[in-house]
């Protein structure tokens, strides 16, 4: 045989796989269940107690589950559904998550946006240990171990009667401390939110947190939530998306914040002190056109501004 006419020998799976065909036999249960990654989930969590690895198509690591648990419908409900629940008219690059369990939701809208920087918050430290297991691979998810609330600073823990799951409850001296989301905002250093996911059950003043929230783009409130319409009805559009209350903000609604002073070379390397409006609608830019100080010209997201601070 010449060199030309040889080929590499099929491989023994692929042969067997055309001898079946061939044959009109079906393929073994193994077989189909690899295509199936709910299915694969549930086998290796199946007749089994404690913590299991899995994994999904699309995430480069494994994920941990609690066997026997509500883990893996969790894992499975949001790697499935997420991304189709969170259809967003743009790319979200920051990601505040309320309420984020074991984070499996968290990894989902890595996966789906993988250019946004996630702050994933989960109090609760049964949850948060798993969550920690699960994002560590993920440099895009910041943990935040606190709760996030308007009116309360400390909690305790206690356990749902409907769910068996263990909640939040306000405690005067409990080992829980809480935050506000626009301290939260503040620490991250941004200047607002394009996508605020809620579970309201890590979140019961929702409704109370006001221009905070307001401050997001998009706000998603997992369904059975308090109904934000009218403390959003100002700024923001209600729709519904599978699970989630989607409430998306007006194009041009943006809520007032804090003038932002930034230092700024032109071109002719002459200094200036130019304001920013805190918006999201748009990214910012500075666009340097000629070499003096009033051609400095930038977009912050409703009108054109120039370096000496009047307005185009």
């Given amino acids: 045989m010449s060199v030309a006419a040889w080929s590499a020998p099929i491989a023994t799976a692929e042969r067997q796989a055309m001898a079946r065909a061939m044959a009109g ?25 404690g913590l299991v690895t899995v994994t999904w198509p699309g995430v480069s690591g494994p994920l941990w ?19 189709g629940a969170l259809v967003l008219p ?47 691979a993920w440099r895009q998810i910041i943990g935040v171990r606190a709760a996030v609330a308007e009116t309360v600073t400390r909690f305790g823990l206690g356990r749902a009667a409907e769910t068996g ?31 605020l996911v809620v579970d309201p059950v890590s979140c019961p003043d929702l409704a109370q947190m006001g221009m905070a929230v307001a401050r997001a783009r998009v706000v998603a409130v997992r369904r059975p939530g308090p109904d934000l319409g009218e403390a959003l009805a100002g ?9 989630w209350d989607l409430y998306v903000r007006h194009a041009g609604a943006v809520p007032g914040g804090p003038v932002r002073r930034d230092f700024v070379f032109d071109v002719g390397g002459a200094v200036a002190v130019c304001r920013r409006v805190d918006v999201m609608d748009a990214p910012w830019a500075y666009f340097p056109i000629g070499d003096t100080l009033c051609s400095i010209l930038w977009w912050d997201g ?8 009047s307005i185009t």
Wanted: hydrophobic share 50%; proline share 5%; charged share 20%.
């Fill in 90 to 136: 743009f790319v979200p690059r920051r990601i505040i998550e309320i309420g984020a369990g074991a984070g499996y939701r968290t990894v989902a809208m890595a996966v789906a946006f993988a250019e946004a920087t996630i702050a994933s918050v989960e109090p609760i430290p049964a949850e948060a240990r798993l969550h920690a297991l699960n994002t560590l």
């Fill in 165 to 195: 799951r263990m909640v939040l409850l306000p405690a005067v001296d409990g080992p829980i401390g809480g935050m506000t989301l626009a301290a939260l905002i503040q620490q991250l250093g941004w200047d607002g939110v394009d996508l």
């Fill in 235 to 243: 700024t923001h559009a209600r729709e519904s998306s599978s699970d």
């Fill in 25 to 49: 036999i079906a393929a073994p249960a193994d077989a189909v269940l690899a295509d199936d990654p709910v299915a694969v989930v549930e086998a290796a969590c199946r007749d089994r107690v």
């Fill in 302 to 309: 409703r009108r054109l501004r120039c370096g000496c601070g």
């Fill in 65 to 83: 589950v609690r066997a026997g648990t509500a883990d893996v419908g969790d894992l499975i409900g949001a790697m499935r559904d997420t991304a």
